[in-house]
Structure formats: C-alpha cells, structure tokens
C-alpha cells in the first residue's frame, strides 16, 4: 500500500506541475489541475497508512520498542567497556573492535526507530534519534581515528559517543514512563 501511495502522490504532483506549465500566464486549467492533487492527497493518505500499519505490525511481532530498548541496553554497556580500557587500547585495533561490538545492535536500533515515532510521537523520536544520531557520529569518528592511529581523538570521541548513546537510552526510559 505504501508503494501504491507514493506512486499516486508523485503522479499527482507531476500531473499537477505539468497542467500548471503548460497552461496560459495567469490561468490554470482547473479541470485537469484539481484531479492531479486529488491523486497526489491519496497518494499521501495512502503512504501514511501503509507506514502506519507496517508500524503496527512491527509492533505485533514484538520487534518494535522491546527491540530498541535492548538494542541500546547492548550498545551502552559495550561502550562503557571500550571506553574504561582507554588506556590499554591498541588505536589500531579499536575499529575491529567497533565492527565487532557495535554494528548489528546499531543496525537493530536504526531499522526499528520508526516504533519511537508511532509509540510516542514525532517530537520524542526527533528527541531520542537525535541523541543516537550524535552517538554514531561520534563513534565513526572513532573508527576512522582508529584506522589512522590516533589515540588521543579515540579516547575523545569515545567518550562522547557514551554519554550519547547514555543520553539515548534516558530518553527512551523516560518515555516508558510517561
């Protein structure tokens, strides 16, 4: 359904752009320009169902806030290990490390955010991925300093990407108790 929809929003909208050019200055061919928004507003109310729904079902297989919530859980406790050995870390190994520890709970996070949006709403989503936007930022430029080596920008940015991705899972316990 959500394919349907934005097939229909975006024809709406080309429909509706191509009768404004090519009408006359000044006039617009009302007949032809009312039924491409009417397409192009189904086309939204479509796109939105479809997104709501597979929300919804994210939610029914249990993948949804659960899924976040221990997603996060993971990745706090494994940043709050890399960050404590600061000073034993090998800056050449740190982002085998990083692609070991991190990225199938980053990935888990990121794919079901959207249950944030549908749960809570827009503003506590833009709050919370806000925080863990910030927290991968950081611990990329983790990565990339640990592939040149430089221990002093690991330590650093290590530990900024913890209090992010602590500052993340705040917010979503704040959430749950609201």
Known sequence: MRAIGFF??????????LVAAQTAENTVEWSYFI??????IIGIVLSRLGAQREAEATAAEGAGMQALREAIDRVVTN???????????DPYAVHGRIDELFVEDLNLFADNRQQIA??????????????????????NRVWSASVDGYIDEIRAYLSKARTQFEQT??????????
């Open 118 to 139: 549908t749960t809570y709403g827009l503003q506590p989503y833009a709050e919370v991925m806000n925080d863990f936007a910030a927290g991968e930022r950081y611990l």
């Open 169 to 178: 899972r705040s917010s979503l316990e704040r959430l749950e108790q609201s």
């Open 79 to 89: 940043i709050r290990q890399l960050d404590q050995e600061g000073e034993t870390l």
């Open 35 to 40: 039924p491409a928004v009417v397409v192009a």
């Open 8 to 17: 229909l929003m975006t024809a709406g909208f080309l429909a509706g752009t």
